[in-house]
Nanobody, 123 residues
Framework: VQLQASGGGLVRAGDSLRLSCAAS????????MGWFRQAPGKEREFVAG????????TYRDSVKGRFTISRDRAKNTVFLQMTSLKPEDTAVYYC?????????????????WGQGTQVTVSS
């Protein structure tokens, strides 16, 4: 499975961005998918996860109400819509495939990782 993340960029505080994660290779339609991020000098942290069906989502507290994760199973693509961006959202964002049908904050449940896309939010 290969995961290709895209959509990052340099934006101002309050702006929006939409990240995409396209999967190729073995189908990921029955697996949960997640987004993580890593800021310079900090550990990688969970941002959002979505179940295989898309019916269940979960978010870290700091992005609730601002970020929305979704997926298009037919296209093997997962999205992260980010609104009201803040400078503290600046990080490299990674998508990942869970080995389970759901996707939570447990780092160990993720099997495949994308290469990351940089998001920079200026104040």
């Amino acid at each position: 499975v290969q995961l290709q993340a895209s959509g990052g960029g340099l934006v101002r505080a309050g702006d929006s961005l939409r990240l995409s994660c396209a999967a190729s290779g073995r189908t990921v339609s029955n697996n949960g998918m997640g987004w993580f991020r890593q800021a310079p000098g900090k550990e990688r942290e969970f941002v959002a996860g979505i179940s295989w069906s898309g019916a269940s989502t979960t978010y870290r507290d700091s992005v609730k109400g601002r970020f929305t994760i979704s997926r298009d199973r037919a296209k093997n693509t997962v999205f992260l819509q980010m609104t009201s961006l803040k400078p503290e959202d600046t990080a490299v964002y990674y998508c990942a495939q869970s080995r389970k049908s759901y996707a939570g904050a447990d780092y160990s449940q993720y099997v495949y990782w994308g290469q990351g896309t940089q998001v920079t939010v200026s104040s």
